[in-house]
């Protein structure tokens, strides 16, 4: 109860207790000026509003403090909310700061990969090291922008056709593969690129990383990827895994003893592709247990084609 309520439920009070104080005067002033037996009237009459204020002075403090407690308990109740509001907002920005953390330390990673591809002077060492520049750096757009530059710019064939072979893994790739089918005079690297275009078309490759602690992958009840912090899974083709019609697969996040978790999931299968991004909280449980679960199903056509759904997030409890 406030000060303005509680100044109110006084004051009403201190009028209940005057009007009671005065019928017991108005009774005793009956009581002396008539003969007293049992069927006084007035004085019975002055007893019956004594009993009537003393209730309603009950009922009024009873009533006071229920409305009291119930408001209290709205408060307490106020007060949850704006705590579990608090508590997520406060996750999302340790997401942010991890995140950015995380996307300033691997974009400089990846300038150094880059830089080691450009002064490279052995053309077999370069194409190796295009080879291995989808495991290398996990932003797949500055990956796919360097893989295109190659496959279109550079003199030599064992280079330009091994970037091709990386771009043909993934939708984004393959949109520039399409365009460079169409523009280039170069006939055999034409014919390179058409056919990585067709071998690709069905296969499925998945990536763990940014793991912590723990990170599986089960498709069609089978275990296919396991990645244990710090290590990064890489590219993994489960392509022989999946058979025709639907198959269903389940990246599941298993947090260790202590306290905070992240993850980021990946899928390239045939031209779609889906991307977690990093996901994770810091200093939070369920400990020793999994956290979260990402379920999908990947769908095989007569033809090869591969269609992928999902996902379906399921978090557990804590």
């Not at 002396?32 to 209730?55: C, E, N, T, Y």
Request: glycine share 8%.
């Amino acid at each position: 109860m406030d000060d303005e309520e509680q100044a109110a439920f006084d004051g009403q009070r201190a009028v209940l207790h005057t009007l009671e104080r005065e019928i017991g005067e108005l009774g005793k002033k009956v009581s002396q000026s008539r003969p007293k037996d049992k069927w006084d009237k007035a004085a019975v009459l002055v007893s019956g509003l004594a009993s009537v204020v003393a209730a309603t002075v009950a009922g009024f403090v009873s009533c006071s403090v229920s409305a009291g407690a119930h408001k209290l308990q709205l408060a307490q109740l106020d007060l949850s909310e704006k705590q579990a509001k608090s508590a997520e907002k406060q996750r999302k920005a340790d997401i942010d700061i991890a995140q950015a953390g995380a996307d300033t330390s691997r974009r400089a990673d990846a300038n150094r990969y880059l830089d080691s591809i450009a002064s490279a002077t052995d053309a077999n060492g370069r194409a190796a090291l295009i080879g291995l520049v989808d495991v290398a750096i996990p932003d797949r757009q500055y990956f796919i922008q360097a893989a295109c530059q190659y496959a279109k710019y550079d003199s030599v064939d064992v280079v330009r056709n091994r970037a091709m072979e990386v771009l043909s893994q993934y939708s984004e790739g393959r949109t520039c593969l399409e365009s460079f089918v169409r523009t280039t005079k170069d006939e055999p690297a034409r014919t390179f690129a058409t056919t990585a275009l067709k071998a690709n078309k069905d296969v499925v490759r998945i990536r763990i990383s940014n793991i912590d602690d723990i990170g599986r992958v089960e498709l069609n009840g089978q275990h296919v990827l396991y990645t244990v912090l710090p290590n990064e899974s890489g590219w993994v083709d489960i392509t022989k895994g999946l058979r025709q019609g639907e198959n269903k697969m389940t990246f599941t996040v298993i947090n260790g003893p202590y306290g905070g978790w992240s993850f980021q999931f990946e899928i390239s299968a045939g031209l779609k592709t889906y991307d977690s991004g990093l996901q994770g909280q810091q200093n939070s449980c369920p400990c020793d247990k999994p956290v979260m679960a990402l379920d999908f199903t990947l769908t095989v056509a007569v033809d090869g084609t591969v269609a992928l759904a999902g996902p379906n997030e399921r978090k557990f409890p804590m």
